[in-house]
């Protein structure tokens, strides 16, 4: 069964810092990887998807890398900003139908200015 | 592009009671997805439609649970005989073709509570 373990499950960072948070899975055999944002009480927000042949994917003060074999992602943010204060989701889709992403539990992240 | 919306943002209810709440698509969107969220928890999923079948759905949906999505465009998720194990956040989601390339696009939630 795959799991998925997010890792810190906080973090307070001053802004401006460059940041790393780390995303793992217990079975390599995915199809892709997506990290999305949720703000309180809010629904969530695609922030990059990683096909499985991918090593990395970018937009804009975000990078998330992907290391399949070693069943690990990376999201990288540079260059934090209060506004980036939110909890951080990664997922990933096991099945071919690609219908049923898994969630880890996800990184609360708070960029203080 | 309107985004995903879903109504109501908040129901409150008695155990015992049931509730509908209802999910609206991307227009173009064939894929829709419910998926359940507890707090300090990832979203868990429930079900799965491609136009107007239902695909897929996980050991969560219980008997109590059911689904629609009539004609392909908006669905409704009905619980019958609310419990309190049932307080959640229930989100919706659309996705233009499969999920292996092309992003899930979430609504706000509806956020359950059952007392």
């Known amino acids: 069964k795959q799991e998925v373990t997010q890792i810190p499950a906080a973090l307070s960072v001053p802004e401006g810092e460059n940041l790393v948070l780390n995303c793992s899975f217990t079975?390599?055999?995915?199809?892709?990887l997506q990290w999305f944002r949720q703000d309180p009480g809010k629904g969530l927000t695609s922030l990059l998807l990683?096909?499985?042949?991918?090593r990395e994917q970018t937009s804009g003060r975000l990078n998330a890398s992907l290391d399949k074999s070693s069943g690990r992602s990376t999201l990288y943010i540079v260059a934090s900003q209060p506004g980036d204060s939110a909890t951080y989701l990664c997922a990933v889709i096991s099945n071919q139908a690609g219908t049923a992403l898994i969630f880890g539990k996800g990184t609360t992240l708070s960029v203080s200015s | 592009d309107t985004g995903v919306s879903q109504d109501p943002r908040h129901k409150i209810t008695k155990r015992g009671q049931n509730v509908t709440f209802r999910c609206d698509p991307i227009s173009e969107h064939n894929r829709l997805y419910w998926y359940r969220q507890t707090l300090g928890q990832g979203p868990e999923f429930l079900t799965y439609?491609?136009?107007?079948?239902?695909?897929?759905k996980s050991r969560l949906l219980s008997d109590r649970f059911s689904a629609e999505r009539p004609k392909g465009s908006f669905s409704t998720l009905e619980i019958q005989r609310t419990e309190q194990g049932d307080s959640a956040m229930y989100l919706c989601?659309?996705?233009?073709?499969?999920?292996?390339?092309?992003?899930?696009?979430f609504g706000n939630g509806t956020r359950l509570t059952v007392t």
């Open positions: 439609f491609q136009n107007e079948a239902q695909l897929e």
């Open positions: 989601a659309s996705s233009l073709s499969s999920g292996l390339d092309s992003p899930l696009h």
């Open positions: 079975d390599s055999a995915i199809y892709n």
């Open positions: 990683i096909q499985s042949s991918q």
